[in-house]
């Protein structure tokens, strides 16, 4: 019988180290491989960063269509309020320097938080003065607006009019979740003919069918700067920011006379009844 191995241990010979010693250094990149990986980074962040963008985007306008539908609730108070009687986009009986001569001085003791007439996708400022309407980026429909002076209702054609001679009452309304109030505006400098804190139902084609129907100027290209030839009191369009493209896919947020509120393409609201579906001239 063979003598035990006196406890030392001896490798076989066909077993070799798995660690490293100075003779198997790391290898490091090639210069060649850091450019395929950097190549590829470049190629997955060119493919992730417009998503990421339009999630950020739709994030915004969710935020925008959440503020609109808090201010549909306090328009909703207001009538409750004033025996069904809207606000005034504009009441031309009150003075400039006056705050109740904007619908946003009518509607401030209902909303709370002033951030509910911005949109984030463009935020604007609180038009609490005259000088500062153009500033805003949700605007009011004008066919609420008030002048003593201005067009009487279903008597002649209101393009141009800036008024009717008495407000507008949602109590006389029919259809009111049909009728929209609100929506996105484009807002700038008074100079330049912005009047963020409305838009006119009155200014874009008529409908051959229903009147009612016809809609408002409406793009998601600003335009004020592509229409600046056109008076001020022509020109308050309706601006449908929210993923433009320049093609009228953008989206604009809608709200209606009875407090809800929905987002609608400039191209659906372009193709009047046959689209959005949208009662715009309801006086």
């Known amino acids: 019988m063979a003598p035990r191995d006196s406890g030392t241990f001896r ?4 077993v070799k180290s ?47 269509l959440s503020n609109m539908k808090q201010l549909g609730m306090a328009v909703m108070m207001y009538t409750d309020s004033h025996d069904g009687y809207l606000p005034m986009a504009t009441n031309f009986s009150e003075p400039p320097d006056s705050p109740l001569r904007l619908w946003t001085g009518q509607v401030d003791p209902y909303i709370g938080n002033q951030q509910l007439v ?21 605007g009011y429909s004008g066919a609420t607006a008030y002048d003593p002076n201005g067009c009487v209702e279903g008597e002649r054609d209101p393009r141009g009019c800036e008024g009717f001679t008495r407000p507008a009452n949602v109590r006389l309304m029919d259809r009111t979740s049909e009728i929209g109030l609100f929506a996105d505006t484009p807002a700038g400098p008074v100079s330049s003919k912005y009047r963020g804190y409305t838009f006119s139902p009155y200014n874009g084609p008529d409908d051959p069918v229903d009147p009612r129907m016809g809609a408002p100027l409406c793009s998601d290209r600003d335009l004020v700067i592509e229409l600046n030839n056109l008076p001020p009191s022509q020109l308050k369009p309706i601006y449908a920011r929210h993923q433009k493209r320049g093609d009228d896919s953008g989206f604009t947020n809608v709200m209606f006379a009875d407090g809800h509120a ?22």
């Open 118 to 138: 911005s949109c984030p996708s463009q935020p604007g400022r609180y038009g609490e003065t005259w000088a500062e309407r153009a500033e805003m980026t949700i």
């Open 262 to 283: 929905k987002g609608y393409s400039a191209k659906s609201i372009n193709a009047m009844s046959a689209g959005a579906a949208i009662i715009w001239r309801f006086r």
């Open 18 to 64: 798995v660690v490293s010693g100075p003779s198997d250094p790391r290898r490091a990149f090639t210069l060649i491989e850091l450019l395929v990986v950097i190549a590829i980074i470049a190629i997955m962040a060119a493919i992730l960063f417009p998503v990421f963008m339009r999630a950020k985007e739709a994030a915004k306008r969710i935020a925008c």
């Open 11 to 14: 490798r076989p010979p066909y």
